[in-house]
Structures are given as structure tokens and as C-alpha cells.
């Protein structure tokens, strides 16, 4: 089974408000809001980690849900991320962008 990896795309600029993550497309100027759950998922993209592990180690112990149905809507909703051009999904690990 292929893992999925995620990560913010660098055009974008994020804020916490609250429990949400307000974030903006900075190629375009649009913005997003994303709710609790989504924020945790965003938070943790960091291109490194697997998404089944994010879903596993902060959704399943944060809101007490079933595993796999929480990695289906989570893949979901990184589908709908990346077609925004706000999130970059791959089948392997991107490590941190060099300067």
C-alpha cells in the first residue's frame, strides 16, 4: 500500500484563529478557513510524515474516531487542499526546501 505524504505549499500564508487555521494563497490572494480537524491535519504537514500517521497520532487521539474512516475523509479532504494549490500530496517523503 502506497503512504501519502503532505505538505503546505510555500505560496501560502496561514494563521491561527481560535481552532481554526485561516490561510491565504499568495499567488492569488484567496482565502481559506479550515475547521478544527482540518487545522490539525494542516499543522502537520510537514512533508516528512505519513498522512496515516498524522490521522493516527493526532485525529484518532484527539476527537476518539475510528481510524480508517478518519483516513478516508482525511484523504478527502487533502484531495480538495491540493486541487486549492494550497497543499502538495506525493506517494513519498519531500524533505524540507533548501535555502
Do not use: C
Not at 5 to 33: C, N, P, Q
Amino acid at each position: 500500500m502506497s503512504e501519502t505524504y503532505i505538505k503546505r505549499h510555500r505560496d501560502t500564508a496561514a494563521r491561527m484563529l481560535g481552532d481554526e487555521t485561516i490561510i491565504m494563497s499568495v499567488k492569488d490572494s484567496r482565502v481559506f478557513t479550515l475547521n478544527p480537524t482540518a487545522s490539525l491535519i494542516w499543522e502537520a504537514a510537514d512533508g516528512v510524515t505519513a498522512l496515516r500517521e498524522i490521522v493516527a497520532r493526532d485525529l484518532v487521539a484527539e476527537f476518539e474516531i475510528d481510524t480508517e474512516a478518519a483516513y478516508r475523509d482525511a484523504l478527502e479532504l487533502v484531495g480538495q487542499l491540493a486541487q486549492e494549490g494550497i497543499l502538495v500530496v506525493t506517494d513519498h517523503p519531500m524533505p524540507a526546501e533548501q535555502s
